[in-house]
Each structure stands twice: as structure tokens, then as C-alpha cells.
């Protein structure tokens, strides 16, 4: 999401799948500072080899990304070194007035049979392929009329975006409701439920089926300057299943007392209805939204005894251990370490394991 979450503060019903057994190890979060990694604007991250990812950043003079290498450890999957290669950028960038690329470059995936990356854009609403040394293709996803720049919610477009090789399919979801669904949850309408539109795509980079997914109900009170509420990020797992995250930033003025709610969900495609652009999410079925399952949920604060906040906006798979467990990535936007002294954001990475 582009809009600074700090920047302003600074400056001035859940359907639940049957319980089964299925747990979520958490390792915790480490600042890439650990390893001299400075501060960014992460905000989608991708595997492209072992070892090796590629970022996104969304504030960047070009739209492009980073290169990264994170080695884990076999056993534990905890975090060992953390390397940056450096960044592959778009060399005719279309800029704003202040210099940085409009496209504000949310989510990434790599797409192994080309060898190439696609890059999803908040700012420009399109979903555009990337050689590896950050030069356009040409080549972009098809995104329905539904989805267009002139159908979103400013600054709540595509954010997410991933790749299933084992499916060939390309997932994404606006981070909020589209004007055609109704009214983003927040202080207009307190306690409200976004109601969102999961799609994919084939190989051949055209739409395929699309599912109706609802959120927790959002905050019905105490709005602080800044509030965000959405899906940053979706990662399908090579069994079929689709992770979705979904994360409630509240900041009130002064940024103390800010908080940052991140659940992980687990639903099944396969197993649910498809709808089309006709489809009117106010009046559907609430039986054909998606079922999701909670696996984790974390709460970061800023306040005078806590100030671990982490907005996580990039997830992808990590390394498989050596028993057969797969972990999870997580990135945070740290807003390129915004704040002031001891009160300023960090860049973190943090480890899930499904067990």
C-alpha cells in the first residue's frame, strides 16, 4: 500500500472449517538489520531458486526489485544469514512529480517456465512481466474490467500476487472492496466486512476462475489518523490449498498506542464456488464465500513498553526441512525505517512452520 501508515501519525464473521490437525509453528520476527540490511519499503517477496528471493519495494525511483539471499537453517528453519545482491530496475521508469515510479510496485512472483518475474502495481492496477535484470517484457496478466484502475479504492488495489507451478495458475486480490462491492471497511463504515474478489490466471496469462472471500469484521471504534485493513498477500501451497493474510493497521496521531493485527488463513479453491463479474458479493449466498480456517495470528504495538510493529506485507514459501516441514516467509514495510530516535520502524522477517 503506498500511503505512509506512519507518515500522517507521526507527523501530526469468521467461517471456520472443521477443526483439524494442522498447526503453525512461529520463530518469531528478526530485523534484517541483524544482518546489515538497511531499511526499505518491502512489500512482496517471491522464491527463485534456493536460497534466493526476489522484493519488491514500493516506493523505488524505478519499479523493479531486489535480489536477496536468506539461508535457513535445515533443522529449525530459523533465519542463518541474510545477503542483498542488489536491485534490477526498469531502465525508462514512468515517474511522478517527486520522482518515484507510478507504478508502486506491491506484489511479486516468479514464473519458472519463462524464467521471468510479474510484478503487481497499486498505482497503475496492472500485473506486468520482468526480465531478471528488471526490464519489461511487454507482457502482462489480462485483469478483468472489474478490476480496473478506475474500480478500486485509491491506494487499495492489487497488492497481492503468487505463483502455483504445481496448479499453473497466478492468484491475486485487491487489498480492499471493489467500488462495485461496496463500501471499504473503516471509520465510513465501522465494523464492516470487506468483501473481496480472489482471481486467477493461466499460463497463458488470461483470467481463469474467481472465488468470493469475506474478512474478519474490521474495527467499529477508536479510529486512529491512519488506518489500513486488507489482504497485503495470498500464497498457494503446492497441496492446493491458498494462504491468504489479512492485516488491520490502526496509528493514532503521534503513532503511540499503534497497533498491527496480521491473521494467516487457510481456504481451499478446489472446493469452492466461482463467480464471474456479473456475481453481486452484497447478495450472495454466505455460503459460497470461500471457508477459511485461522493457522496464526500476531499482534505488533508501538507504544512505551512494546515497539516491535510490523506491518507484514510479503509472504512466500521458504525452505522445506529436512523432516518434511515447509516454512513461511514473512516481510514487513518498514517505510524505510520512518520515525524519529528510539521510535521508528524496522524491516523484520519472520519464520512460520506448518507442522
Not at 490437525?21 to 540490511?37: A, C, E, N
Not at 506484489?107 to 521471468?116: L, V
Not at 474478519?216 to 477508536?222: F, P, S
Request: some cysteine.
Amino acid at each position: 500500500m503506498r500511503t505512509h501508515i506512519f507518515s500522517i501519525a507521526f507527523a501530526s464473521a469468521l467461517f471456520a472449517l472443521p477443526a483439524v490437525s494442522q498447526t503453525m509453528s512461529d520463530l518469531g520476527q528478526k530485523p534484517l538489520s541483524t544482518w546489515g540490511i538497511g531499511s526499505a519499503q518491502f512489500s512482496g517477496i517471491t522464491p527463485i531458486g534456493v536460497g534466493r528471493y526476489a522484493l519488491v519495494s514500493d516506493k523505488e525511483p524505478t519499479d523493479g526489485f531486489y535480489m536477496m539471499n536468506i539461508a535457513q537453517d535445515e533443522q529449525t528453519g530459523e533465519i542463518t544469514d541474510v545477503k542483498l545482491e542488489g536491485f534490477k530496475g526498469n531502465p525508462s521508469p514512468i515517474v511522478d512529480d517527486k520522482g518515484i515510479s507510478v507504478r508502486d510496485c506491491e506484489g511479486i512472483a516468479w514464473f519458472p517456465s519463462a524464467g521471468t518475474l510479474f510484478i503487481s502495481g497499486e498505482g497503475d492496477q496492472a500485473i506486468l512481466e520482468y526480465a531478471l535484470d528488471g526490464t519489461p517484457t511487454g507482457r502482462r496478466l489480462a485483469v478483468p474490467a472489474i478490476m480496473a484502475a478506475d474500480k478500486i479504492y485509491p491506494n487499495y488495489g492489487f497488492e497481492a500476487l503468487a505463483y502455483s507451478p504445481e496448479h499453473h495458475l497466478f492468484y491475486t486480490v485487491t487489498e480492499s472492496m471493489l467500488r462495485a462491492d461496496g463500501t471499504a471497511a473503516g471509520p465510513l463504515a465501522p465494523g464492516a466486512t470487506n468483501l473481496l474478489r480472489i482471481q486467477t490466471f493461466g499460463d497463458d496469462l488470461q483470467p481463469r476462475a474467481s472465488y468470493a472471500y469475506r474478512m474478519d469484521a474490521g474495527r467499529k471504534a477508536k479510529f486512529g489518523t491512519t488506518y489500513v485493513y486488507g489482504v497485503p498477500e495470498v500464497l498457494p501451497l503446492p497441496d492446493g490449498r491458498l494462504l491468504v493474510l489479512e492485516r488491520e493497521a490502526n496509528i493514532p496521531r503521534g503513532g503511540i498506542g499503534s497497533e498491527c493485527i496480521c491473521k494467516l488463513f487457510e481456504v481451499r479453491p478446489s472446493e469452492g464456488w466461482t463467480i464471474d463479474s456479473s456475481t453481486s458479493l452484497q447478495q450472495l449466498d454466505p455460503n459460497r464465500f470461500l471457508v477459511k480456517r485461522l493457522l496464526f495470528t500476531v499482534t505488533t504495538r508501538m507504544n512505551l513498553l512494546q515497539q516491535n510493529f510490523a506491518n507484514y506485507e510479503g509472504m512466500c514459501l521458504g525452505r522445506r526441512l529436512a523432516d518434511g516441514r515447509q516454512t513461511i516467509l514473512l516481510v514487513s514495510d518498514s517505510q524505510g525505517g520512518y520515525g524519529r530516535g528510539p521510535v521508528h520502524l524496522k524491516d523484520y522477517v519472520r519464520v512460520l512452520i506448518i507442522d
